[in-house]
């Protein structure tokens, strides 16, 4: 181990011990309560609706292109 490994172990420790922990009463409820994921939920669905949407008209446009309609 080199010295400056042993060095910047020896600032993480004095790091450690001078930061307090704080204890924080959480559950798992108390996080999925504050991570409010319905509008994000809505969002990625109107996403995907319309990425496959536009895809669908690409592939439309392919074919009628292949079978000589215009």
């Given at each position: 181990?080199?010295?400056?490994?042993?060095?910047?172990?020896?600032?993480?420790?004095?790091?450690?011990?001078?930061?307090?922990?704080?204890?924080?009463?959480?559950?798992?409820?108390?996080?999925?309560?504050?991570?409010?994921?319905?509008?994000?939920?809505?969002?990625?669905?109107?996403?995907?609706?319309?990425?496959?949407?536009?895809?669908?008209?690409?592939?439309?446009?392919r074919y009628?292109?292949?079978?000589g309609v215009?």
């Amino acid at each position: 181990m080199t010295h400056v490994t042993r060095l910047l172990m020896a600032i993480f420790a004095i790091f450690a011990m001078a930061v307090p922990s704080f204890a924080l009463d959480t559950t798992i409820a108390d996080i999925f309560t504050a991570a409010n994921i319905s509008g994000l939920n809505s969002n990625v669905g109107t996403l995907l609706i319309g990425f496959v949407g536009i895809n669908l008209l690409f592939l439309g446009a392919r074919y009628l292109r292949k079978s000589g309609v215009r």
